[in-house]
C-alpha cells in the first residue's frame, strides 16, 4: 500500500475546517437581512428609519418644538424636502424619495415595469449585466 503524507493529510483537514467556519461565519452575517423572518425585517426597518432621521438632523438641524414639518422650516430644508419626496405609482406603490434618488434612470423604468406587471398579475423577470 502506498504511505500518506500525514502533514499534507493534516493541512488539508486544516483548510477544510477553516473554509468551513468561514461559510458559517458569512451565514451568520447574512442573518441580519433575512426578510422572510418579519421579526428581523421589523428590526431592520426601525433601524433604517432612525439612521434617515439622524441624517436628517444633521443636514437640517433640530426643527424647534417639533411642530413645523421639515420644509416649512427653513428654505434648504423646503429644498432638501423637494429631492426626498416620496414617489407614489397608481395602486399606492410608495418608494422612499431617499432611495428614488439614487436609482439610475434605467432603474427607475424597471421599478415602473415591474410595478405595472404586477398590477397586470403578470409575472416577469429583470435582469443585468
Known amino acids: 500500500s502506498r504511505d500518506k503524507d500525514p502533514s499534507s ?21 447574512l442573518a441580519d437581512y433575512d426578510d422572510v423572518d418579519d421579526a428581523v425585517y421589523q428590526t431592520r426597518l426601525e433601524r433604517h428609519q432612525e439612521q434617515l432621521e439622524l441624517k436628517r438632523q444633521q443636514q437640517q438641524g433640530p426643527i424647534e418644538g417639533g411642530s413645523q414639518d421639515a420644509a416649512a422650516a427653513s428654505p ?12 407614489v ?3 399606492g406603490f ?4 431617499t432611495i428614488w ?3 439610475f434612470d434605467y432603474q427607475r ?11 397586470q398579475r403578470a409575472g416577469g423577470i429583470m435582469g443585468d449585466e
Open 94 to 97: 410608495r418608494v422612499p424619495g
Open 109 to 119: 423604468t424597471g421599478v415602473k415595469w415591474l410595478w405595472e406587471l404586477h398590477n
Open 9 to 29: 493529510e493534516e493541512d488539508y483537514v486544516d483548510d477544510l475546517i477553516q473554509q468551513q467556519q468561514e461559510a458559517a461565519a458569512e451565514r451568520d452575517d
Open 76 to 87: 434648504a430644508a423646503a429644498d432638501a424636502g423637494a429631492e426626498s419626496a416620496d414617489v
Open 101 to 103: 434618488a439614487q436609482l
Open 89 to 91: 405609482f397608481d395602486g
